[in-house]
């Protein structure tokens, strides 16, 4: 069976993955780029980018794994865009621009479908309204027997934990205080019992956290 993983998901010390007030020219509303500037200086992270260089050390070791092995993405609707409610604006395509970095299908999981959006480079967006465990099923089947992965953002990887549904979790905690936003661990008491855990403090400051199903 195909494995289910996050990976990458920044948390401040205060348990915050992303912060208050989420717009279009703030993605990660008042949090701004504070949870990933861990990330923004590897070769991953360039790459990605289109640009050339980069770090290539820890946290670039970890920040690469995102990509292996994974046939599909399912992501909350908040990850895609700021948008709340019906949809008003139906040009917006995501944050990403014409060839998002997915390069696989899509499920991002709302209350109000739209029809898919076939991108650049592989990727394709579904809108779902489903359950965990159903759009983990749909994923599957278009994943190709590759693994899933839960892009976030953290309410979407919080009602899939409770779900019991996640393999392997990599958290990255940045020492920083949001004070606000959203919170990854609310309602998961005990999480660790379930997965056998480890921890890397990289130079950059940052904590590398993988929870793995035993
Ligand atoms: N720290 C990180 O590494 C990281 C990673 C990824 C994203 N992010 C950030 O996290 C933020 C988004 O996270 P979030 O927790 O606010 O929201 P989210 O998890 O992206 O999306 C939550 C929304 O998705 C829809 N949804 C979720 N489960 C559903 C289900 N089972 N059925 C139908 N609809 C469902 C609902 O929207 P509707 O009811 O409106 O349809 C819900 O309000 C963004 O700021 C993003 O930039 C951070």
Redesign the pocket.
């Known amino acids: 069976m195909s494995r289910v993983r996050v990976h990458?998901?920044?948390?401040s010390l205060d348990g915050f993955?992303?912060?208050e007030g989420?717009s279009m020219e703030a993605?990660?509303?008042h949090?701004g780029g504070r949870?990933?500037e861990w990330l923004f200086p590897t070769r991953t992270f360039r790459a990605m980018q289109g640009e050339p260089g980069g770090e290539t050390g820890a946290d670039d070791a970890f920040a690469a794994r995102h990509e292996a092995g994974i046939g599909a993405e399912i992501?909350?609707?908040?990850?895609?865009g700021?948008?709340?409610?019906p949809w008003t604006d139906h040009e917006w395509k995501g944050?990403w621009g014409p060839n998002p970095p997915f390069h696989t299908p899509v499920f991002?999981?709302?209350?109000?479908p739209r029809p898919s959006l076939e991108m650049e480079g592989g990727t394709t967006f579904h809108f779902?309204?489903?359950?965990?465990h159903e759009?983990l099923r749909l994923a599957r089947e278009a994943a190709g027997g590759l693994d899933i992965r839960i892009?976030?953002?953290?309410?979407?990887?919080?009602?899939f934990l409770e779900a019991d549904l996640i393999d392997h979790l990599h958290v990255?905690l940045v020492p920083i205080v949001l004070g606000r936003?959203?919170r990854l661990w609310d309602g998961l008491e005990g999480l660790e019992k379930r997965f056998h855990v480890e921890s890397v403090t990289t130079p950059s400051g940052v904590t590398h956290l993988t929870f793995t199903r035993p």
């Open positions: 990458n998901l920044s948390v993955a992303t912060g989420q993605p990660f509303g949090a949870l990933h992501m909350g609707r908040n990850k895609f700021p948008q709340r409610g944050w991002v999981l709302t209350h109000y779902v309204n489903a359950s965990p759009a892009g976030g953002g953290p309410t979407t990887v919080r009602r990255v936003g959203v």
